[in-house]
């Protein structure tokens, strides 16, 4: 029987105990949950009522809206709440069986049987409460068991099925499997003095079956906590996705970085695997020189050595206040991509234009990309300019513009109603490979306001809106093209 299924069935009765032990565990995991979160639970409970309460997501909706009050309280509910009302670990028929059916296939007579079941019977009260529920197969305690110390267990170093060996153990460890051995054995030595060696070795292979079947069961709930871990994380990472670069919290900042510096990895891995399988066109000439000797037949054959040029990179970001968190992200993604271009020569902007590159060499990514924005290169507390801006990479830069350079613009394209001379963006566009603009805002807002965004638009080979990573990687997904 499920969790959610008990609860239906014995209503607030049957989660007391539960909801008072999953408030212990949280609080034992570092989440203050007190006496009023706990009442609080209680009646979002009542109003949700035994049949809401059987249903498992807003059975778990409601115990999070009234326990976990911060984004990290959160994610610990949400793997406690697995662990602790997961649907019960898997057991196989050893453990979920009954002992007396069998022993009644594995000995020879009933006799044998009916003795072995009154030594058990006299040393129950000798046994652990793990032994206890593996020989009287308790299949509902033996999950409980089981998840419960699942839950005071600490998984973080749980990444692969290759540890579940290792988390195994001490997960068995922990339900007492010691004891069990110890008591088999006694088992063991009560039946040899009283039914004889042979009976004894019969019996055994059952109950060590059992044992073993314990042991699988730890596995299996050790792997299932992987295969819930990975769907979290896809869901989490959908949610970052698709989560716009202005509402992100802390702990999703840092989890952004990581993603974007990933992105970054993976389009690299991709251009060096492009650069090896292109070959030049056939060279005719040297196709039959090197064929001679087989009379021409061409034996070997050659290829025009492709004249290497790897692309380069000019990439002028808005760092006002209004796009800062995204250009963080995109600044991020340029240190990333110093390897692959030949050059790359990084600017930000507000009203004032200034040059970052340099910041870029020998220094972390974090701070590089914080000395980006720390306001010793440009005036911070200007009001955006772009028109002032491209006519002033127009007239210090365009030496970074090349037949082989893409030129990707960053910002909003909110002007505040200065001239917006998109003229230069068409002198750009001669000169580059591609121009690209990146905007942070819908185009639907594009024209309205201080907005020059259809003007600059016009003169660029594509524009794309960049809100979240999602969008982020199907831009520079295109850089490479």
Request: include cysteine; charged fraction near 25%.
């Amino acid at each position: 029987m499920t969790t959610t299924t008990a609860i239906r069935a014995g209503g607030m009765e049957a989660i007391a105990g539960r909801l008072h032990g999953f408030a212990g565990l949280m609080r034992h995991n570092g989440v203050r949950v007190g006496t009023s979160e706990v009442m609080d639970a209680f009646q979002a409970l009542s109003v949700v009522g035994p049949d809401g309460m059987g249903v498992r997501e807003l059975f778990r909706s409601t115990l999070r809206t009234t326990l976990a009050k911060s984004h990290p309280d959160v994610l610990v509910f949400d793997r406690l709440f697995d662990l602790y009302f997961n649907a019960g670990v898997e057991l196989d028929e050893r453990l979920t069986q009954s002992l007396l059916d069998q022993l009644m296939e594995a000995m020879h007579g009933e006799g044998q049987v009916a003795a072995l079941m009154q030594i058990l019977q006299d040393m129950d009260g000798q046994f652990a409460q793990l032994t206890r529920a593996v020989l009287g197969a308790q299949a509902a305690q033996l999950s409980h068991l089981i998840q419960g110390a699942l839950s005071e267990m600490d998984l973080a170093g749980l990444q692969s099925r290759l540890q579940l060996g290792y988390f195994a153990q001490r997960l068995l460890a922990r339900l007492g499997v010691r004891q069990l051995e110890t008591d088999l054995e006694g088992v063991r030595r009560a039946v040899t003095a009283r039914l004889g060696s042979d009976a004894a070795e019969q019996a055994m292979a059952t109950l060590q079956a059992r044992e073993a079947a314990l042991r699988d069961a730890a596995r299996r709930a050790l792997g299932a906590e992987l295969d819930q871990r990975a769907v979290r994380d896809r869901a989490r990472e959908q949610d970052l996705m698709d989560k716009s670069f202005a509402r992100l919290s802390a702990d999703e900042i840092r989890r952004m970085r990581e993603a974007v510096r990933a992105l970054a990895e993976k389009l690299k891995t991709v251009v060096r695997r492009r650069r090896v399988e292109r070959r030049g066109l056939l060279d005719a000439r040297h196709t039959l020189r090197s064929n001679l000797a087989t009379g021409g037949v061409p034996v070997k054959i050659r290829f025009r050595r492709r004249k290497k040029e790897r692309p380069q990179l000019a990439v002028l970001c808005d760092v006002s206040d209004s796009v800062r968190h995204v250009s963080m992200f995109m600044l991020q993604f340029v240190y990333t991509l110093q390897e692959l271009f030949t050059r790359v020569r990084s600017f930000v902007f507000v009203a004032d234009l200034g040059e970052v590159t340099e910041l870029y060499r020998g220094r972390p990514v974090e701070d590089a990309v914080d000395l980006s924005v720390a306001g010793q290169v440009i005036n911070l507390h200007a009001n955006s300019n772009f028109g002032r801006a491209f006519l002033q990479f127009h007239r210090e830069h365009l030496d970074a513009v090349t037949r082989n350079t893409t030129v990707i613009v960053l910002g909003d394209g909110r002007n505040n109603y200065n001239p917006a001379h998109a003229w230069v963006l068409s002198e750009w566009r001669r000169r580059a490979r591609r121009l690209i603009w990146l905007c942070t805002e819908d185009r639907a807002t594009w024209g309205f306001g201080d907005s020059e965004m259809h003007a600059y638009a016009r003169h660029c080979d594509a524009t794309e809106v960049v809100q979240n990573l999602g969008q982020l990687r199907r831009a520079v997904d295109g850089l490479l093209r």
